[in-house]
């Protein structure tokens, strides 16, 4: 052993004396290049005397970023998370002039913007020269991609041998744009796991809220009950409900809990990265149901960050790759326009920004924070990536744009594999969406005005003529929201009631409408709201931008509404669909199973939809949507090893985000994995549809010790 020893020491000693000759002679080279940094005086100097003033000043600065460099990195949270990334290049900079002036050479100096530059380089140098050489030692490159991730566990803690499993959430990749993707070349990882065999490819089927609020909590917390959009607005609390909004993605997950009676799918050495929500994981970074807290030991979401950027090298690449984004973003964009591409939204403001957000330093931290979890040894790992989800939106799910981001989000896959080889245990990699995404022009573009304007006039109130666009509420932005900690978008607070009561709420969750009446207390009725606006539910129905409506009946309970007056009562769906043919099977027992939840609106607008070609109309300002019915977006895919059992049972469907919570529940009582815990007292909640490809299988011998430990854990959280 201690033979062993002494030759890692003396391996890490080659190593840092290599790192530090690539970073002297950088500095030399940088020195002959640019005219504003110099290492020598104006006298000159000797070539001796300036490769030594060189060797000390890459010194010192390589001291400089590992000691101080992390040091600042956790001060700089104390700030918006999106002003540190900017703020990466001036700090390199000053820490390069902080090194030249304690050269001891004393011969050396740099303007700031040069300083700034030339510390990038030096920094990309010595990662991609430390990288190297570490790579062709398996010690040595796990040590290094440990740091990357805080890992927060008992040094001696015991890494059992039974396999690991990470789950990596591909944000609104359908089905088919996965097949595609990967049989046209641009995602080869996913490509190879279908070819070899090892994957099986399963779609399945969402509910009616076809976004991330819905489907990440029913997948994580086995329960999206009285989730009917993306937002709505509650009559009992008289509050907005945002799914990508801090507050009410912390009361939506504790709704889950408390409806379930367990913590989530990662409740025991579980950990959760980008999500909307914990999952009941000890370890969480960058979740947006923690975010609104205040900072201490129970919000720990920004901490991603620190694990990321305390590496000067990973700061900086992330850094010039956000304004590589930035860059073509704009050249997309304008491209697009002079083109005269349609359909087409705006993409200006602060989108370039929000895109790279998305597109690279959510990306960049998520991913390595599942490989901190990886070499950690932990559970179960649940990750979203949001990049693709973000850029179809704007771009369109079928675009050279997104196609781009699939590509990056296939070589980060390919990482993970790589870094899951140097795990302390094996691990089963499950890749899965959320949802798809349903091209086509906005409601307004197609018809000059938006949903809101329609009921207005409906309702008989005075149309604006220059109607203010419905904001688009995307995971993105909600991420940059929350790194600049501003919890609540700007005119979010338009949607709460106030003024004339008797004016109608309504809001928009890609081509699903919400419409609400916040003067009457209860869920109005088809006779009520005729009643008063005898004009309204006609002028919807016969609009030729929708495809149905969903009311309460005071006669039938509950009604579909559409076209040539069309009415049929929600029990006789089967029989007769009418409109909802259109939406193919399962549209009827979604929209039932939203006409049941307490806080469904009065009025449910699902835009029309062409099954020719899939398009649906987005009440935002979208070309890539989700969150109703209507094409791809109700047909995300889970790609899981056939290591694993089968989802479901040959010519039977997935059908709902809480079926697919049940199946991941069981692959990880397979690998002898977390069980959820529940209490002696609390049986398991039945599957709203029968299951019989999920035996309860076998409690193992230690999980009264995980449900007494997950029970005294929620309970001093309670206290705390």
Known sequence: MRGGRWRRVISQAGRSVTVWAASTVTMLVLAGLLPDFHIQTADGASATRIAVTAALGAGAFGVLSALVWPLLVRLLLLVPALVLGLLVFFLNGALLLLALRLNPAARGGATPETAVVVAAVMSAVASATGGALAVRDDDAYRRRLSRLADRRRRRHAPIPATPGTVFLQLDGVGHDVLLAAASGGVMPTVARLLADRTHRLTPWRTDWSSQTGASQLGILHGSNHDVPAFRWYEKDSREVMVCNRPTSAAELQRRAVEHTGDGGLLTVDGASRGNLFGGGADEQALVLSIAARRRGRANRSRDGY???????????????????????????????????????????????????????????????????????????????????????????????????????????????????????????????????????????????????????????????????????????????????????????????????????????????????????????????????????????????????????????????????????PLDRLDDDPGPLAAFGPGAADAVRRTHSFPHTADIMVNSSHDPADGEVLAFEEQIGSHGGLGGAQGRPFLLSPLALSAPVEAGTELVGAEHVHRVLRRWLRESNGPQVPLTASEPEPAPEEPAPDEPEPEPTPDEPDRRAAWKEGRLKGRAA
């Open 306 to 568: 620190f694990a990321y950027f305390c590496d000067p090298a990973n700061a900086v690449r992330t850094a010039l790759s956000f304004v590589a984004e930035v860059g073509r973003e704009m050249v997309q964009s304008t491209r697009a326009r002079a083109r005269g591409q349609r359909p087409r939204v705006g993409r200006g403001g602060l989108y370039p920004v929000v895109r790279a957000f998305a597109t690279v330093v959510e990306r960049d931290v998520v991913v390595a924070a599942v490989m901190g979890d990886l070499l950690a040894g932990r559970t179960a790992v649940y990750a979203d990536l949001v990049a693709y989800d973000e850029v179809a939106h704007h771009s369109g799910p079928h675009s050279k744009d997104a196609e781009q981001v699939l590509a990056r989000l296939d070589r980060s896959l390919a990482l993970i594999e790589k870094v899951a080889e140097h795990a302390p245990r094996p691990y089963r990699i499950v890749l899965l969406s959320d949802h798809g995404q349903s091209p086509g022009e906005t409601f307004r573009a197609r018809y000059g005005l938006g949903l809101a304007d329609l009921v207005r006039a409906g309702c008989g109130l005075p149309v604006p003529r220059r109607a203010r666009r419905t904001r688009s509420g995307t995971e993105a932005r909600a991420a940059v929201r929350a790194a600049l900690r501003r919890p609540v978008e700007e005119g979010e607070e338009e949607h709460r009631p106030g003024g004339r009561r008797s004016e109608p709420i309504v809001l928009a969750s890609g081509n699903l409408g919400l419409v609400s009446f916040p003067d009457v207390p209860h869920r109005m009725t088809k006779e009520e709201i005729d009643a008063r606006h005898p004009a309204l539910l006609t002028t919807l129905a016969h609009h030729p931008g929708i495809g149905f409506l969903l009311v309460r009946s005071a006669a039938h309970g509950g009604v579909v509404l559409g076209p040539h007056g069309a009415e049929i």
